[in-house]
């Protein structure tokens, strides 16, 4: 028998809390689990920061792929014998929903900021490179990892594959909001996925939803929007990713002007160098980065040192709200301020902006443009969601973004009292 | 006001998915949280490679002992005005659950295997050493680290508060039943504790349960029993522990022998060396230990290397039922097949051996006596749970035992097809 | 001890699915669940025809009244020596709560549509009338009755009490939307009740809550909106609806045409001469009315048998959309179609329309003006809920309005073949 | 096509709250939940008196009923393709789940023990008789109604589809474990149905479960003694049913002594006769039990008007352990101080004993004979459960009893307080 046509003898199953059961029959998807790659996503945490908000959300990217399978693997099933479908594209659907947070790194919105990398580009490369993964893809045939990448990629002919995994309701994100508020304990994230599932319909270009359905999707657009803010953006979540990036910002610094650390940065040097090769990055796992934070503790730089300190032992940073397009004066004279105190603002006096679009109905042409969500009305018609949903309507493409200022309020309340510089600075921050 | 019965100006909560909330109102407690000792805590998994089997169990200890804290504090907010309650001893009650734990190092149960080390004897070291815990429980008064010791240690002359962390049914195992299903997702592991709480009631020496509770207590005890043989004991799981806990002999023998690391295992000398000092102790995490890990799978030593490999990228070991009492002469059998296979039957043939007591009554000065889960009658008369309950009765005293062999198929299954050694093995393994 | 203050020996519970216990202490709370004036709403249902759609809807108005009662008591736990908060309004905040559906009849709707009645009047009635429920009450102190009375009325002084029982956020709806949901099983119908309890405070002359729940209520905004499009809206839920309103007209009008009837109609009589005293009423639960509509199965009239077997038997209308105030024409032609078919119109074609205002801001002077929410912000201001929140917002005053018309399909499709008032009915119908 | 055989344009889904969905594609189950049989058991409660105890379990047959269907849906799905298993039963499997309580009359054990009825003669008469489901069931062919008669009557000749429906790990017992301790709200009654589905196998002559499930079904069975002991036969809802059957008692004796009636009571001179038949029974519903309990509150026999009022006001029986057997002379006396009182012991002394077996394995030949649960080991051996399960092995053949005496405590203590047959029968019932 073919390969990609081969069974399990008996069907594998993961317990999940979030889906009961996650299925595997075919040996291609249980082979591509048991690679070293794949079972690297275990040492990433799918919410990164999130855990030191939600003491809970210490889940890793490894839990979330199998969920993101399984919601394909379900949605597939539902599909057969009906038109558009084409049973041949089965494997590559499910393999690219399996795969398709393969290249997140450590803490991976950190790291592609300060590091200019991009995590899709990994994926790419651990799909197409010399690994595990893409062993057992070309065993399928040839041209499959090629495929898979395009699909990740959204790049595939086939835009109805692509909508499975990547559109304003995939897998990807049925599944990240329903175990993320499962880990976290939080009562936003609930919809009713079971119908969802039930009433979409394979067409020419995407996957959409009959118009029964749509107060399911309300339920999950409102979901998408409560995480973000709840959860996604919460302060205090911010607060330990913007010292984490100060402490990348810190540790290339001193690797650029010749620091001597304490214990050579092996992992790091080529990330610190601009040049990350694929092997570099398999092996940058969150295990390993924290290991460095936690021998950083002891480094004779106080900037890093200190800051690793905050990090691991979670002495975060607190906040005020502060939009600093409207604050510019008062931004511009806290930095005096902290210099003057002897706080060094470029790592101490961070301002961090989130923003989110909830939903977005169909922008041609515009930079990061979405594919809306379609209803199927009983006359075959396709309907956008916003024109029927007032909800949605009501959220539809706008922004909303919110503005924070992180600074040290242990270290300016540790100046002496009778320091001006101290009242200035606690009067401009809390008023 | 005393430190001691300082309150928070609001009351602060974590979001907890198992108690839905955590609720902190005393400075003490919430001071406790912050220190780096505990909050070390999030970097030692509450179920050390269970996640190899359950993807979900990847939550940290710091989650359980948030978690028996919150139903310590329950308990006793029903206590309040009862006979037998010294509402004095409510602050020493708090302390003592949420830092019982303190101690736990990585992957407990092999290291103190391997290195003969006691959790509890860290515990200990923590609370009363040189610590931010330590200092904190001081400032409530100078006898208090002391106290709090002497409970984590059942040695405290209060019975009843020693009970509410160590007895049968304590609120350790409450939590621990409950979070280690949530977070695996078995459907084990439901009990209702809410109705346990609001049947207890403090007696001089020990927390015992209203008669009218013991169907409740009957499904927690059944509850248990379910959890230690579908997820503590699975093979598995024990599979992960047989490799780690090879990993680190392999690692001390190299030590001993005077082998050249590539980097020079500075985490680890001291426990190699039998010198473990407090700083030592607090420094080795479990991503310490999965860095060491990771750059061990490119060390030279073929064994050292090989397993890890196994144990990062879980590759285990298989098993089969195999009692080494029963079946001797196979087990010697063998153990000169893998030595003329070349397998080192050291590190690759291994019987792991798990057995549980589910309950248990009474069995003065015998090894190892637990207290046993007394009913309150509406006479005031106390019975054994065992005697009223037939469930109870047919477990109770009654220990079983399940003994596996480990070892590597793959490499087995490597040996040349024509290898007598090779069919004889197989011939032992699977009869 | 006063009546009022008397506690039981030992705290009730009753086991309850949504709340999971309810909790009752007040000696005087627990006589009032034993009266039979409380004890007849296990014979009304909470969701009246909904059964029909949703099958697992066939909890009673029992459950709510009791849910109702645990969310205040738990809401008022919570005030315990909050300022604005007067202790001696507990057992009646408590008692309100728990009375405040006493007057609901049977399928409450219809029949206050059809024989004009007011289930509120009937509330006030049994509280101040000679009944179980006011002898208890009286035994409190002689005006208690009044008092809660007014509470339920919503004329009570302390407005802060009546908030707690009738505003856009209070404990009734609070309850219903959880348990409908429930019982329905539907997903929507979630929110973090607890989130919510724990951050309302207490105002001069309302509940107020929190800024930082405002994402909690919104969640509840949201789910009351989807319960009432899903749940409680549902078009066959209103198909049989509308069915028991045209039985209780047809049996009025038969009557008041001196139609014999198999069996007197004992229990209806006061109600079709429009003159129900507390005792009629009192006596005309759900099975009584079930028992008439089945005995009417077998009675002569056609459109009465007719109606009750599709009533009892499942056998509702069938529905378009048709908005009868765009379609005049349409609806007067079916009329006379109707007519000509044989099929009386004014029983077997019927215009239902459904509206829902999901949340209102205050419009003064208004008729039905409802309080809005309010946030309390750090600084002790108020701000109006839709004010802060855009989800709210924008579906805020936005009333909705559904319009469906029903008629025997069945009947429709009987009409022979070459019928062209059959061919032209089908045509408006379906198009 | 043929009728058998015609599947529904469109799925069609009840929301079901313990299966979430309850799928139909063939129209012949579809044709047959219209009925009016079926529609009938909606006013039947599942749990009987139930409610009384735990308000929540207002919950009828009929969602029972379609339960069962879906899990042998879900079982036979499972089932497809696989040995033993002939897609040719799919239909009968379904149907017979559907059906087999379909002959439940009201309070139906009461209503048995009073009348000498059976409920399975019943359903067997409706499937066999001139009903709706009977007219159905001919349409896919002229046997159909036999063979689901045989299946519910477990002497179809293919055991393997009886096993379905009956045997002690049947569909029917683990929809109502799962559906009565969701509508009652107890924390028993949770398994993994969704394991034991994925482990069951069809055998010759029965389903078995393999041996990896077998955690599983130990749970399965521990749920059923829990619901057994902490819902079924809870003393309160004992009492409830102690009522009613005095007051079923009470009319039958009153009618024969020519009592005259308020009103005839029509709908139950056929049982008091002893001669049911199909239409009488069929109308016997509990809304009409109900009612007449109602109007018999006003009736002038003083025993029938008390017990009634009881009833539906629930204003019960209290209870104390007595078993007859061993405390005859305290029975007799008791008996003898009752008529001294004045309160008839035929009516209000009452003893009632529950008793349940948790699991059996086979005795041939005994009476009442249940096929015991066997286990399919990887070799293809079967082995009875309780010889693979410890804890099933403990309450294996276990017969438990429980033994409590009934009486109305407040007439009791209306009794003058200078009474001695007061004073004697207390010390009696309390010591």
């Known amino acids: 028998m073919a390969y990609k046509d081969e069974k399990l003898n008996e069907e594998k199953v993961f317990k999940d809390p979030v889906h009961?059961?996650?299925?595997?029959?075919?040996?291609?998807?249980?082979?591509?689990?048991?690679?070293?790659?794949?079972?690297?996503?275990?040492?990433?945490?799918?919410?990164?920061?999130?855990?030191?908000?939600?003491?809970?959300?210490?889940?890793?990217?490894?839990?979330?792929?199998?969920?993101?399978?399984?919601?394909?693997?379900?949605?597939?099933?539902?599909?057969?014998?009906?038109?558009?479908?084409?049973?041949?594209?089965?494997?590559?659907?499910?393999?690219?929903?399996?795969?398709?947070?393969?290249?997140?790194?450590?803490?991976?919105?950190?790291?592609?900021?300060?590091?200019?990398?991009?995590?899709?580009?990994?994926?790419?490369?651990?799909?197409?490179?010399?690994?595990?993964?893409?062993?057992?893809?070309?065993?399928?045939?040839?041209?499959?990892?090629?495929?898979?990448?395009?699909?990740?990629?959204?790049?595939?002919?086939?835009?109805?594959?692509?909508?499975?995994?990547?559109?304003?309701?995939?897998?990807?994100?049925?599944?990240?909001?329903?175990?993320?508020?499962?880990?976290?304990?939080?009562?936003?994230?609930?919809?009713?996925?079971?119908?969802i599932l039930r009433v979409m319909r394979p067409m020419e270009d995407q996957v959409v939803v009959k118009e029964s359905g749509m107060h399911a999707v309300e339920d999950y657009i409102m979901s998408r929007y409560q995480m973000y803010w709840q959860v996604y953006f919460h302060p205090v979540t911010r607060s330990a990713e913007v010292i984490l990036t100060k402490i990348l910002h810190r540790a290339k610094e001193l690797y650029e002007n010749q620091y001597s650390f304490y214990l050579e940065p092996y992992h790091f040097t080529s990330f610190f160098a601009g040049e990350v090769d694929l092997q570099d990055y398999l092996k940058l796992d969150e295990n390993v980065v924290m290991y460095y934070f936690q021998i950083w503790k002891d480094e004779i730089d106080p900037v890093l040192s200190d800051l690793c300190k905050r990090f691991v032992d979670r002495h975060l940073f607190k906040y005020v709200e502060f939009n600093p397009n409207q604050q510019m004066s008062e931004w511009m004279e806290l930095h005096k301020l902290f210099q003057k105190a002897g706080i060094d603002p470029d790592y101490y006096l961070v301002v961090d902006s989130s923003s989110d679009l909830p939903y977005d109905f169909y922008r041609p042409g515009e930079e990061g443009e979405r594919l809306p969500i379609h209803l199927l009305r009983p006359n075959g018609e396709l309907k956008e969601l916003s024109r029927q949903s007032d909800i949605v309507e009501s959220i539809s493409g706008k922004k909303r973004t919110d503005h924070k200022l992180y600074f040290p309020k242990d270290l300016i309340e540790g100046l002496s009292n009778r320091s001006k510089t101290k009242k200035r600075i606690l009067e401009i921050l809390y008023g």
């Not at 082979?31 to 945490?45: A, S, W, Y």
């Not at 089965?90 to 803490?107: I, S, T």
């Not at 993320?180 to 939080?186: K, M, Q």
């Open 20 to 195: 009961r059961y996650v299925h595997v029959r075919d040996r291609v998807i249980w082979d591509l689990i048991g690679t070293p790659e794949f079972q690297r996503l275990r040492r990433v945490k799918q919410l990164g920061t999130s855990y030191t908000t939600f003491h809970g959300a210490e889940h890793s990217r490894f839990n979330h792929s199998l969920g993101v399978y399984e919601i394909v693997r379900r949605i597939i099933n539902n599909f057969e014998n009906r038109p558009n479908w084409n049973e041949d594209e089965r494997l590559l659907c499910l393999a690219a929903a399996l795969l398709h947070d393969l290249g997140h790194g450590p803490f991976s919105h950190s790291f592609e900021k300060v590091f200019k990398l991009d995590h899709e580009d990994f994926t790419r490369k651990i799909i197409l490179g010399d690994t595990g993964v893409n062993a057992i893809l070309r065993r399928v045939d040839d041209n499959f990892p090629h495929k898979v990448a395009e699909v990740i990629n959204k790049t595939y002919e086939n835009k109805l594959v692509v909508s499975l995994i990547s559109s304003q309701i995939d897998a990807d994100r049925m599944d990240y909001l329903q175990r993320d508020a499962y880990f976290t304990g939080v009562s936003y994230g609930h919809f009713d996925m079971e119908r």
